[in-house]
């Protein structure tokens, strides 16, 4: 029996092994089967791996050559709230694609839709739902300056406190 355990332990050191060599080279694919390995052989920690591995398919997608189809996936949602995000990611990525100025405008388009909505909104006095599309218009990164009328609209009509307002643009310019 102390045979065994001790082939057990071996093949456990090989598996623990070829985990680390696959994590220093990097290599999406084998890693993956590395931590399959790992985890079928069972008692062998596999989260810095998965971490690394995580983290390598990450920059994979968010790679220069892939900008093309984050922004196609991203134009074709209609969440101008992700469209918002991924053209902030891309920008970042590939500022002079083609690609990122098609999004943009889409995106331009789609905040100019809200702002008229907001619009709308106060023509009927319906505060209630002017606060939750002005956080949504927040979240697609329509300016500050573009909402400033509607924000004093809602503390005229006390609809939105002071403080509230306070707390939420405080929050808006955290994440931005």
């Known amino acids: 029996m102390g045979g065994c355990e001790s082939c057990a332990s071996?093949?456990?050191?090989e598996v623990q092994?070829?985990?680390q060599e696959q994590m220093v080279k990097g290599n999406p694919d084998d890693l993956r089967v590395a931590i399959e390995k790992a985890e079928a052989h069972g008692g062998i920690e596999t989260l810095p791996a998965r971490k690394q591995y995580s983290e390598i398919q990450r920059?994979?997608?968010?790679s220069p050559e892939n900008v093309h189809e984050m922004l196609k996936w991203a134009t074709r949602t209609q969440d101008p709230v992700i469209l918002n995000n991924v053209i902030?990611?891309?920008?970042?990525?590939?500022?002079?694609?083609?690609?990122l100025a098609h999004a943009k405008r889409t995106l331009s388009?789609?905040?100019?839709?809200?702002?008229?909505?907001l619009h709308r909104l106060a023509k009927t006095h319906d505060?209630?739902?002017?606060?939750?599309?002005?956080?949504?218009a927040r979240q697609m990164g329509v300016p500050q300056k573009d909402l400033a009328w509607a924000e004093q609209y809602?503390?005229?009509?006390?609809?939105?406190?002071?403080?509230?307002?306070?707390?939420?643009?405080?929050?808006?310019?955290?994440?931005?």
């Open 10 to 13: 071996s093949r456990r050191k």
């Open 17 to 19: 092994l070829f985990l």
């Open 59 to 62: 920059m994979e997608r968010h």
């Open 88 to 99: 902030k990611e891309v920008s970042t990525l590939a500022p002079s694609s083609e690609e």
């Open 109 to 117: 388009e789609l905040q100019d839709d809200v702002k008229e909505r």
């Open 127 to 136: 505060t209630r739902t002017m606060v939750l599309v002005m956080e949504r």
């Open 154 to 176: 809602l503390q005229t009509t006390e609809a939105l406190p002071a403080r509230t307002l306070h707390r939420e643009r405080s929050h808006v310019e955290a994440t931005t």
